[in-house]
């Protein structure tokens, strides 16, 4: 988390300075190389409005993924990652998931935007 850059809502930069035992210590906003007065907890982070980016899952060569379908009345499909041009296209697009049920509750979230 070091030296990482968080994204606010609003647009706004935040880069951690230090992160020791679940706190926060971060630059001010758009400005980091001057840190914000206090500290925060993640929690304090999230309701700020920031957003921790999250890292992708890959899976290992010959490792079950699972991916959103939405013509398929399962509402996923499975694969095998063979880390060929289909694995990194689901890869890149956000679709690769580790079970079913994150498959199935994704593409319920895609269909929520939509509706």
Not at 31 to 46: P, W
Not at 48 to 74: A, H, M, Q, R
Not at 92 to 113: F, P, Q, S, W, Y
Request: overall charge negative.
């Amino acid at each position: 988390m070091y030296k990482q850059i968080l994204t606010n809502k609003d647009g706004k930069t935040v880069k951690v300075l230090s992160h020791h035992q679940e706190i926060y210590i971060i630059s001010l906003p758009n400005d980091h190389k001057r840190a914000n007065d206090g500290n925060f907890t993640k929690e304090d982070l999230i309701a700020c409005g920031f957003i921790f980016p999250v890292k992708k899952w890959t899976p290992e060569i010959g490792e079950d993924y699972y991916v959103p379908n939405l013509s398929d009345v399962s509402k996923y499909d499975s694969y095998q990652w063979n880390n060929d041009g289909i694995d990194e296209r689901h890869l890149a697009n956000n679709l690769v998931c580790r079970t079913k049920e994150e498959a199935i509750a994704l593409i319920d979230k895609m269909l929520g935007v939509v509706k």
